[in-house]
């Protein structure tokens, strides 16, 4: 038994690079994660390359260990997370954070996880406001699992409608992008609307 990937084999390489791609990308946003996902799920419907409940157990891990990380880093590191939660805003910015995630913390985790762009930041303010682990975690795994099955839904539908690959994939990945552009500006219209950071 070796070690070595083998490179001619598709889930050998498949899977380490979904698992860690999705991890990176959970703790600095560098990497599509979503379009990882879909794409990752576009070739487990049309090749026998890869697996669905693998691509969505891996997903799930990488952005669990991910997110966690970055939780990590800010309850551990507070004080920097304190100054950036509060930056330019003052002390009741950060009682206000306090309150939310006090109130409807696990719900904050699920909808920053879903969210474009919004988890880092929910993760920092929690992690700053010291949100308890116990709590964290379930609401993390729930958040994390919602995610990849939202994502890999994107690949199941652009693998169902066409059999080649690289065209499912490519789907999926403009579909993910759609997905990203409308969230975004659903989240900007609800910002500008309740007046957000105001």
């Given at each position: 038994?070796?070690?070595?990937?083998?490179?001619?084999?598709?889930?050998?390489?498949?899977?380490?690079t979904l698992f860690l791609g999705v991890l990176i990308g959970s703790i600095v946003p560098v990497v599509p994660t979503g379009a990882l996902?879909?794409?990752?799920?576009?070739?487990?419907?049309?090749?026998?390359?890869?697996?669905?409940?693998?691509?969505?157990?891996?997903?799930?891990?990488?952005?669990?260990?991910?997110?966690?990380?970055?939780?990590?880093?800010?309850?551990?590191?507070?004080?920097?997370?304190?100054?950036?939660?509060?930056?330019?805003?003052?002390?009741?910015?950060?009682?206000?954070?306090?309150?939310?995630?006090?109130?409807?913390?696990?719900?904050?985790?699920?909808?920053?996880?879903?969210?474009?762009?919004?988890?880092?930041?929910?993760?920092?303010?929690?992690?700053?406001?010291?949100?308890?682990?116990?709590?964290?975690?379930?609401?993390?795994?729930?958040?994390?699992?919602?995610?990849?099955?939202?994502?890999?839904?994107?690949?199941?539908?652009?693998?169902?409608?066409?059999?080649?690959?690289?065209?499912?994939?490519?789907?999926?990945?403009?579909?993910?992008?759609?997905?990203?552009?409308?969230?975004?500006?659903?989240?900007?219209?609800?910002?500008?609307?309740?007046?957000?950071?105001?």
């Amino acid at each position: 038994m070796t070690l070595a990937l083998d490179w001619s084999d598709t889930s050998s390489i498949g899977y380490p690079t979904l698992f860690l791609g999705v991890l990176i990308g959970s703790i600095v946003p560098v990497v599509p994660t979503g379009a990882l996902v879909g794409g990752a799920a576009a070739i487990a419907m049309t090749t026998p390359h890869l697996s669905l409940p693998l691509v969505l157990l891996l997903a799930t891990l990488g952005a669990g260990i991910g997110d966690v990380a970055t939780f990590a880093a800010a309850r551990l590191g507070s004080t920097a997370a304190v100054r950036w939660l509060s930056r330019g805003q003052g002390a009741e910015r950060l009682a206000s954070a306090r309150v939310r995630f006090e109130r409807r913390g696990w719900q904050l985790i699920v909808i920053g996880r879903l969210v474009p762009a919004g988890r880092i930041p929910v993760l920092l303010a929690a992690g700053a406001v010291s949100y308890p682990w116990r709590r964290l975690l379930p609401a993390t795994l729930v958040a994390c699992v919602l995610w990849a099955v939202a994502y890999a839904l994107l690949g199941v539908l652009s693998g169902g409608i066409f059999d080649s690959p690289l065209v499912a994939t490519a789907l999926a990945a403009v579909l993910v992008l759609l997905v990203t552009v409308v969230l975004n500006l659903v989240a900007k219209r609800r910002r500008a609307k309740t007046g957000v950071g105001k």
